[in-house]
C-alpha cells in the first residue's frame, strides 16, 4: 500500500508517496513524468514517512541543508538505481554534468565510456527530486537543462542551496 501527502513548497506543491519500507516518490505539482510509480490504490494519509519527509523539507526550504534523510525506497531499473545512488553523493550546494556522471558510471561497469544521453534519460525519470538531487546535475556547458520540475525550478533550488553554476 502506498501512501500519499501533500506539502506546500515556496515553488509549488508537492505530492509525497511512501509505503512501508520508505518515500517511494516527490513530485512537484504538473512536473514531467508526475506521480510516475505511483500505485493505482493509494491512501492520503501521515505516516513516519512523510511526517520525516515534510520535515526534512521544511529544514531544506528554510535554506539549510538537513542533517537527517527519510527512509527511500527506490525502484527503477538496475541503470537507472546506479544513476540515482551518484545523485545521492552530490554535494549540497554543488553542481556535477552528465557527462561527469557517465564517466563514473562508466567505470563502475568497466567500460570505456558510457553516454551521457542516457545518464539524462534516468536522471529525468529520479522520481524522488529534491532528496535525491537531479537539480544539482547539470549540461557540459553549464547550462540548466533537464530538469522535470522545469528549468526555473531548477534554478531556484539551486539558489536556494547558494550552489555555485559554472562548471
Known amino acids: 500500500m502506498q501512501y500519499i501527502n501533500h506539502y506546500p513548497s515556496p515553488f509549488g506543491g508537492i505530492l509525497l508517496a511512501a509505503d512501508e519500507t520508505g518515500l517511494s516518490g516527490l513530485w512537484f505539482d504538473g512536473a514531467k513524468h508526475y506521480a510516475a510509480g505511483l500505485d493505482p490504490e493509494q491512501k492520503e494519509q501521515d505516516t513516519p514517512v512523510l511526517d520525516q519527509t515534510k520535515e526534512w523539507l521544511t529544514v531544506y526550504f528554510s535554506g539549510k541543508e538537513p542533517d537527517f534523510l ?52 534516468a536522471v529525468g525519470h529520479n522520481k524522488i527530486s529534491i532528496i535525491v538531487p537531479c537539480h ?24 536556494l542551496e547558494k550552489a555555485v553554476l559554472h562548471v
Open 70 to 121: 527519510p527512509p527511500l525506497h527506490m525502484t527503477g531499473t538496475p541503470f537507472q538505481l546506479a544513476v540515482w545512488a551518484i545523485l545521492q553523493k552530490i554535494p549540497y550546494g554543488k553542481t556535477v554534468t552528465y557527462g561527469e556522471i557517465a564517466k563514473e558510471i562508466a567505470v563502475q561497469k568497466g567500460l570505456s565510456s558510457m553516454s551521457a544521453q542516457a545518464v539524462g534519460g
Open 136 to 159: 544539482r546535475v547539470i549540461g557540459a556547458n553549464g547550462s540548466l537543462t533537464g530538469y522535470a520540475g522545469g528549468t526555473g525550478r531548477k534554478l531556484a533550488l539551486l539558489h
